[in-house]
C-alpha cells in the first residue's frame, strides 16, 4: 500500500508541474534594434562551361580568358563531365586531373591557370592523341569553378562536385558557356 500511495503522489506531482505556467520570462520579449552593421562582403566565385576538341590545330588543348582577373590566391576547380554508357544516363562530373588507362598508355586531362586566363589540355603521354578514338577528343564539356581565397579553408571534398556546389551554393544555371 506504501507503494501504491508513492506512485500517486508522483503522478499527481507530474501533473501539477506540467499545468504551471509562469509569467513569461525576458527571452520572449524582443530586444532593442541593434545598430546596423558595416556592409558584408559578397563571396562569390566565377562559374564556366566549356566545350572542348582537343585537336593537331590547337594543340591539344582549349585556352581561355577570364572576363575579370581573378583575385591573387583564388583557386581554380576543372570538373570534366563523365557520360559512360554503362551508367544509363547518369553523369558524373570528375575533378582534373583525370587519368585513364588505354592500351596504348596513360591519358591525363589537366588543366593550369594564371589570374588572366587558364587551359585545359591532354597531358604528355606516350599516347599519341591524333590517333584517339572521337569519345576522348571531340565535344568534352567541363565545368570551370572559381574558389574565392576566403573559402579555402573550408574543409570540403572539392573531388566531391555535389559537395563543393553545396558550399559554394551554385546551381546548374550558374553555368554560363
Known sequence: MRHVNKLILALIGLLAFQACEGPEGPMGVPGPEGPEGQPGINIVGQTFEVEIDFTAANNFAGNFDFTEPLVEGDALLVYMLE???????????????????????ILVYNFDYTVDDFSIFLDNSPINFAELDDYWTTGL?????VVPSDLLGARVDYT????????LNISEDDFVR
Open 83 to 105: 557520360q559512360n554508357p554503362a551508367t544509363e544516363g547518369r553523369v558524373a562530373w570528375r575533378l582534373l586531373p583525370q587519368t585513364f588507362y588505354l592500351e596504348g598508355g
Open 141 to 145: 564539356l567541363f565545368r570551370v569553378v
Open 160 to 167: 566531391n562536385y555535389e559537395a563543393t556546389m553545396n558550399l
